[in-house]
């Protein structure tokens, strides 16, 4: 089949789209790992980078990790609770109270840091811990766990099944888990995808918030930067991506296998039928 000279323009455009994004990427990465980046390649490739920024560097991974893992369990037990409330409350009432859920994120975050820290700066062991950044990061990534899961709530008139499930005399916690928890599936997976990402990579409420004690990736990261050579900072992106790719593949792993079961659970209901 003879193919268009639209479909070749289209194409090129996205392979270019792509190469413009993914070049920086690649670059960074290879200097974390050359022997000399401003020599090149001729240097060598080497893992010295690597080592000394794991040996520098390795508390604020687990940090990072602690963080996001916590924000996402937090966000999971307010964001789910919250989209089915919005859901059953009057719309006029509901989008005001969405539209104060996305202050935050409408907000720079060193100013939301800057309200965490004249409201509860006060408590000093909440200030030096790394629940203080967390709080934060809650704040931040809520409203993109409340907005997908609501919209797959209204997509799915989840209103009616509650209903009908309340009718046949189930409580509200086996409706809760058993009708609305499954059947926003998508949108929890597509809001926890969300978070995790923005929590992890999440640097200006976290330099706000953050203390020598509790410095996470991106703030690391920066300060790589800015005090020394690029290599070390380039091999601290390679660890960097290194943390997030697992926990993003997971993911889509996780949403893919959900899809095929309720693919699988169609095909026999049908079957039945």
């Not at 800057?114 to 509860?120: K, R």
Request: glycine content about 6%; hydrophobic content about 55%; overall charge positive.
């Amino acid at each position: 089949m003879k193919r268009s000279a639209l479909f070749w323009l289209q194409l090129i455009f996205t392979l270019s789209l792509c190469l413009f994004m993914l070049v920086p990427i690649v670059l960074s990465l290879l200097a974390g790992v050359t022997g000399n980046y401003f020599i090149g390649l001729k240097s060598g490739l080497t893992l010295r980078w690597v080592i000394e920024v794991w040996q520098m560097y390795a508390d604020t991974f687990w940090l990072s990790l602690l963080i996001a893992i916590s924000c996402l369990a937090s966000v999971l037990v307010l964001g789910v609770p919250a989209a089915w409330g919005l859901l059953k409350t009057p719309s006029r009432w509901a989008s005001r109270i969405e539209e104060f859920l996305l202050l935050p994120v409408a907000l720079p975050g060193l100013a939301t840091a800057l309200g965490l820290i004249l409201i509860y700066g006060g408590f000093h062991r909440l200030r030096d811990s790394w629940l203080f950044i967390l709080i934060g990061h809650v704040l931040f990534t809520l409203p993109f766990m409340v907005r997908p899961v609501l919209a797959v709530m209204r997509a799915s008139q989840l209103r009616q099944l509650e209903e009908a499930a309340a009718s046949l005399g189930a409580s509200f916690w086996r409706r809760f888990f058993s009708v609305i928890v499954p059947n926003c599936r998508n949108g929890i997976l597509a809001g926890a995808f969300m978070v995790l990402t923005l929590s992890v990579g999440e640097f200006n409420i976290t330099w706000m918030l953050h203390t020598p004690l509790t410095k996470t990736l991106p703030v690391g990261l920066a300060d790589s930067y800015a005090s020394m050579r690029l290599e070390v900072g380039s091999a601290y992106t390679l660890i960097f991506l290194m943390m997030i790719l697992p926990l993003l593949l997971a993911l889509s792993g996780l949403n893919q296998l959900t899809q095929r079961q309720a693919a699988m659970r169609a095909r026999q209901v049908k079957e039945t039928v």
